[in-house]
């Protein structure tokens, strides 16, 4: 495994890989890696000829008061996992060096950032664009993979790719969980025991919704008002921040649930935030999305 720090190495790396005709596959994460990273590395082995992995905290994407400071760093742990999973690469650029003083360029998308994280993160999305647009131009992937875990994140990429002619595939692998349904998180690290005991409640919510909505049921109201009261039953530290039934591609919220329709939870337990969600009837949209299979 190749471990890159410099920009231009990378970059090097990348154009000479390139006029091999060989093909990359990047996997940008922010470190701490767990199974739900793995999987993505896992995923990106069958999409190409070199998975290239990046570990960045980006501070442009955590507001004033975030988790910036505390968030899990662990850099020779995440170094051994990619060894151990093959990785080609390893990329760990310095903060110094993605923003070097007087940068002042920033991605910004003005429609699909708007609701979700979006509402409740100001500049966020903002920041996650700007170091992927930045990581895209040093890696120069065929192919990049983004998990649905972060279902909004994904889609904005996927469009930013496609508006400013980026010419990198976005493909969206499924949320890998815990065996109590927990979507895997960094973050998850934070809980106490009592919040960590009552987290499941945002997954089994929306398994119920979609057992609802498999029964013929299709008001979105509905719908979330059910998560809503799911989540009050068995999570009743858990603050909402929001539930929505959102069209997947217009990020507009839908009155009846369909095929494409996007369930989605933010809450907070503590100090901590958790996001979740499902798509409904995911197999019908997958090639729409560049959905990778659950089983694959
Ligand atoms: P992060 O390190 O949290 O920025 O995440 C890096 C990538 O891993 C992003 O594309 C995330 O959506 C993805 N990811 C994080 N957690 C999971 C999970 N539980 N299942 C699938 N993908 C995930």
Known sequence: MRDIEHLEAMRAWSQATRRAGERIVFVPTMGALHAGHIALIQRARGLG???????????????????????????????????????????????????????????????????????????????????????????????????????????????????????????????????????MSSRNRYLSAVQRAQAPALARALAHARAVYEAGRRDAAEICSEIRAQCARWAPEAALEYVEAMDFDRMEPVDQCAPGTLLAIGARLGATRLIDNILLDAGTVADRFGLLPEDG
């Open 49 to 183: 000829d070199h998975v290239v992995v990046s570990l960045f905290v980006n501070p442009t994407q955590f507001g004033p008061g975030e988790d910036f400071d505390r968030y899990p760093r662990m850099l020779e742990a995440d170094r051994e996992a990619c060894r151990a999973h093959a990785v080609d690469v390893f990329f760990r650029p310095s903060a110094e060096a993605m923003y070097p003083p007087g940068h002042s360029v920033y991605v910004q998308e003005d429609r699909l950032s708007q609701p979700l994280c979006g509402a409740r993160r100001p500049g966020h999305f903002r920041g996650v664009l700007t170091v992927v647009a930045q990581l895209f131009n040093l890696v120069q992937p065929h192919t990049a993979v983004f998990g649905q875990k972060d279902a909004q994140q994904a889609r904005l990429i996927q469009q930013m790719a496609r508006d400013l002619h980026m010419g990198v595939e976005v493909r969206m692998a499924p949320t890998v969980r815990e065996a109590d349904g927990l979507a």
